[in-house]
Nanobody
Framework: QVQLVESGGGSVQTGGSLRLSCALP????????MGWYRQAPGKQRELVAH???????VYADSVKGRFTISRDNAQNTVYLQMNSLNPEDTAVYYC????????WGQGTQVTVAS
């Protein structure tokens, strides 16, 4: 089983930025598809960003133009750069294979104050 470790969350004001990181095992193949997901209290977990093994990124409409998903193959890490944050972005953020095929990690909390 793959152990996913998310980090980089925190509390920011509206308009602020955060960069989330997802550390992957060294043995993970280089051509994987990865996604960032989020879940707010009382809401279903949703996909917000997806990155194919070839580098094509797709975003949910709610974050398009504000979030950027990327990878560093040397560090075996996937990132989510989040800019222009608003309170609707408040959630626990998770990474996983896209489509989700591994056990979920603990996620990282993002809180945006108005």
């Amino acid at each position: 089983q793959v152990q996913l470790v998310e980090s980089g969350g925190g509390s920011v004001q509206t308009g602020g930025s955060l960069r989330l990181s997802c550390a992957l095992p060294q043995t993970i193949f280089s051509g994987y598809h990865m996604g960032w997901y989020r879940q707010a209290p009382g809401k279903q977990r949703e996909l917000v960003a997806h990155l194919s093994g070839g580098g094509t990124a797709v975003y949910a409409d709610s974050v398009k133009g504000r979030f950027t998903i990327s990878r560093d193959n040397a560090q075996n890490t996937v990132y989510l750069q989040m800019n222009s944050l608003n309170p609707e972005d408040t959630a626990v953020y998770y990474c996983n294979r896209g489509p989700a095929g591994w056990d979920w990690g603990q996620g990282t909390q993002v809180t945006v104050a108005s």
